[in-house]
């Protein structure tokens, strides 16, 4: 501190430096302390990397999210659709009620396809995740596989 203080009573009058002394004594006062400033660029730059990282994990929670809702209304519709004389139409309305009742918010334009045929029910629920990141479009899909309940005889019942 007392250094700074000699310098610059060391230091003739501005009207004596001229433009070129002048200049001279800023870079050598700016030469001094170089990284004086530093902080607020760091923070420019650091600051909305931070932002976005923070938004990114917001992101993939809400993906994970849902994700499982998708899930929950995948199983629903095949457990729906494999049941004994069911129909597919019966499991796309179970899954569309299941996505009504807990994923209306956060899986945007689900659509769900059911396939029943006579041995299996094939799900697929897609859909994209709400955004928490804006200009970032996560897609969601999952699919479940289920036997078909039915009825099969027994071929050696009949013979002793």
């Known amino acids: 501190?007392?250094?700074?203080?000699?310098?610059?009573?060391?230091?003739?009058?501005?009207?004596?430096?001229?433009?070129?002394?002048?200049?001279?004594?800023?870079?050598?006062?700016?030469?001094?302390?170089?990284?004086?400033?530093?902080?607020?660029?760091?923070?420019?730059?650091?600051?909305?990397?931070?932002?976005?990282?923070?938004?990114l994990v917001f992101q993939a929670g809400v993906w994970m999210h849902a994700t499982h809702v998708a899930q929950a209304?995948?199983?629903?519709?095949?457990?729906?659709?494999?049941?004994?004389?069911?129909?597919?139409?019966?499991?796309?309305?179970?899954?569309?009620?299941?996505?009504?009742?807990?994923?209306?918010?956060?899986?945007?334009?689900?659509s769900i396809s059911v396939t029943r045929t006579a041995t299996e029910v094939r799900v697929e629920v897609r859909g994209r995740a709400a955004t928490v990141v804006p200009g970032m479009s996560w897609s969601v899909r999952a699919v479940v596989v289920r036997p078909v309940e039915r009825w099969v005889t027994d071929p050696g019942a009949g013979t002793p």
Do not use: C, H
Request: aromatic content about 4%; glycine content about 10%; cysteine-free.
């Open 1 to 55: 501190m007392t250094a700074i203080r000699i310098r610059r009573a060391e230091r003739p009058p501005r009207a004596a430096l001229g433009t070129a002394g002048w200049l001279r004594a800023r870079w050598r006062r700016v030469a001094a302390r170089p990284d004086e400033g530093a902080a607020t660029a760091e923070l420019t730059v650091g600051m909305p990397l931070l932002l976005f990282m923070i938004m």
């Open 73 to 110: 209304a995948a199983s629903r519709a095949a457990n729906t659709a494999a049941v004994y004389q069911s129909s597919a139409g019966a499991g796309r309305g179970a899954g569309s009620d299941t996505l009504t009742a807990i994923g209306n918010s956060v899986l945007k334009d689900p």
